[in-house]
């Protein structure tokens, strides 16, 4: 799969194991940055990797800081981007079963690596299950164009 990913200084650390992982999973990483935890915003990591999965460019979204809110409310301000803050890999499913979700918010200072991993992975391999599903996620697309 590609998978675009970004963070911001909070994300970092986290950020760069994720890129490696993914990498020796298989996947093709595109990584926006940062390349270095110097202090930046993150609303502009968020639109680089919410442009890459809305424009086509990658299939699925990975952004980290330090909650994975921030990179949650800038990334669902592109449109086509369907991104959610996670915690846990319970949610991770849910997020991709009910909402398809296509960008996945992470935190880099609350949640373990070996838990974003476990998150990631459930997010990479959940399908969307469509159904009663499908038309409340249309409606949240319309959402994109009021
Ligand atoms: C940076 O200090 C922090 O505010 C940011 O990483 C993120 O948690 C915002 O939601």
Do not use: N, P, S
């Given at each position: 799969m590609i998978i675009s990913v970004g963070s911001d200084h909070a994300g970092f650390e986290q950020k760069q194991q994720l890129v490696a992982y993914l990498e020796e999973a298989g996947h093709q990483v595109i990584d926006e940055g940062p390349q270095s935890d110097d202090r930046v915003d993150y609303p502009d990591f968020a639109a680089l990797v919410g442009k890459?999965?809305?424009?086509g460019r990658a299939e699925r979204g990975v952004l980290v800081c330090g909650?994975?809110?921030?990179?949650?409310?800038?990334?669902c301000k592109i449109p086509g981007v369907r991104a959610a803050n996670i915690i846990n890999a319970q949610f991770a499913e849910?997020?991709?079963e009910h909402n398809d979700a296509n960008v996945?918010?992470?935190s880099g200072r609350f949640v373990s690596l070996d838990e974003n991993k476990a998150i990631l992975d459930t997010f990479l391999t959940t399908e969307f299950a469509g159904g009663r599903h499908a038309d409340r996620v249309a409606k949240l697309n319309?959402?994109?164009?009021?």
């Open positions: 890459d999965v809305a424009e909650t994975g809110i921030g990179m949650a409310l800038a990334a849910l997020c991709r996945i918010t992470l319309a959402l994109d164009h009021e």
